[in-house]
């Protein structure tokens, strides 16, 4: 449970055995339209698959599965803008603790349906005008709760990182390996795991430019904030990048990519038309950057990771 | 290439090994909401995943890949609303045939442009007024082309039935199976294989209420024709029965079910925002009728074949 342990390749495959129970083995897909488009084959991990719609379920269960008994009966606590809170809520019903999940109240009202279906507590808050970090500190403080963050946190990281492992396990010989970014807990995670099964692996971020905090952390050196995103990808718009998850993200990614709105609305459209499979904006920014190639030209192999597939039904008719 | 040959299973494990190069092993799904809505575990077989997105590229590769060269030369046709038009095509195109295809000019926009992708030649008919049949047999003549048949026809019944044969080698103890059905080849060759698999599958095809032909036909005892259904499942418009696939149907099938179009578009929003996955109506109404319990209550496990995925965005997102 310690904040402090280093994240390494042996925890993401610890948590690999970890969470068995909660997650599920996603399928690889390829699909020969993609790799027309992309010029190269692409390798498509399913996160969208995952149970709970979204890769969170790896970090969350890895963490929430390490908590001791005694401490399982204060609670647990999350903030998230409706995955990890799924995520959250799925992992802490499995083992019987009451989970307390804080989120805008603008987020998908399918994602808050299904965070409330598996038991969870929801408070609201308003995404521009209050702190969702100082909401659950005091609810946390209140209960004596544990935090479950979305990003910045060893265990959590490490959890994510599974999507890379079993990807590799699949497909070892990949030339590169791109994930979305939000807060970076899926990226470092995977880059840790894949730089260490393949070291030629070159490691890549998708931002939509909307919400570009790592690309801009990235080139400035240090993490940088930016005003709250406005980014059609909800997953994405945390505004800095994690201090756990960045110096991890500098080390061993070569670049963040950005793009755009439209580029990433014709990427869940490419996923659902061609691929026959629903990925929510935030899980499709990684596909986008292949699909409207963002990656050096050369590169002869690419992983994708798809990373979830929670979406209003009104929302999608309307891309 | 003979249309008098018997349907057995033996025909069909013959078609899986024939149609290897060209179809895809899809994958078999399941769900947790699905399984709780079923009131019994579903395992849902992906024919939306297969290339051309449904299962016609079997039966049609399987025709096709059984042509001799020097009659190949003289092209093939086939008339079709779509994934039949489209499966005929890439097959056609893989062995270096010229394909004709007969399509009503009011098939979905996709279905049509992906067939011209594949290389093959349109001719559209009014299917309120024109035969399609006559047309096929028209050009057939001035071509001395091979018609490739969207259902009548054992190699085709023999290669559709390969999906069947799938899920069943990947699950083999299913209490029933259940298929859409529109001209019935889907179902009389899943039925034909899944029955010397598992003598005691319980066999269900489920129909559009508004396109009930095989239902009457089934109550009837004898082959009957309805006026031109306007089902949504526009895959499964035809009108009455083949006249191969009837008797199998008749022989091996305990039930046809009906299903509303209200049942159908829900199916198809289950299936995208809870699994996932994009079917299209014709390819739901199998799960339609598990999701509405169409089906007897005591059934243990049910296998379902999801025939298809391919829908114009702008249909979709009027449902």
Redesign the interface.
């Known amino acids: 449970m310690s904040a402090n342990i280093p994240v390494t390749a042996a925890l993401v495959r610890e948590a690999a055995v970890r969470i068995r129970p909660l997650a599920r083995r996603t ?1 690889v ?1 390829t699909s020969r339209s993609a790799d027309s488009l992309a010029g190269a084959p692409v390798f498509f991990k399913c996160e ?2 995952q149970r709970g ?1 979204a890769f969170k379920i790896r970090g969350a269960s890895n963490l929430i599965l390490s908590i001791s008994g005694e401490q399982l009966e204060c609670g647990v606590v999350a903030y998230s803008s409706g995955n990890h809170a799924q995520a959250t809520a799925i992992a802490a019903q499995h083992v019987g603790a009451v989970a307390t999940i804080v989120m805008p109240q603008d987020a998908p009202r ?1 994602k808050m349906d299904a965070t409330r279906d598996c038991g969870a507590r929801i408070i609201t808050y308003d995404r521009l005008r209050d702190s969702r970090e100082a909401i659950a500190a005091q609810i946390l403080k209140d209960l004596g709760a544990t935090l479950v963050p979305p990003f910045d946190h060893p265990l959590i990281i490490a959890g994510q990182g599974t999507a890379a492992l079993e990807l590799l396990e699949e497909i070892p010989h990949l030339d590169a390996l791109v994930t979305p970014v939000g807060g970076g807990g899926l990226l470092s995670g995977c880059a840790t795991v894949a730089k260490e099964m393949n070291p030629r692996i070159r490691i890549f971020g998708a931002e939509p430019a909307l919400a570009d905090d790592t690309f801009r952390s990235f080139a400035a050196g240090e993490r940088v904030e930016i005003p709250p995103p406005e980014t059609i990808a909800d997953g994405l718009r945390s505004p800095k990048p994690g201090e756990l998850t960045f110096p991890i993200v500098q080390r061993l990614a070569e670049a963040i990519v950005l793009v755009s709105e439209d580029e990433i609305r014709a990427a869940v ?1 490419f996923l ?2 061609r ?5 929510e904006p935030s899980g499709a920014v990684s596909a986008a950057a292949v699909l409207f190639h963002k990656l050096p030209p050369e590169l002869r192999s690419i992983g994708v990771i798809l990373s979830g ?1 929670n ?1 209003d ?1 009104e929302d ?3 891309y």
């Open positions: 399928p897909m969208n698959l719609g399918s459209k659902l038309l691929m026959k499979i629903l990925v597939g979406v039904f999608l008719a309307g």
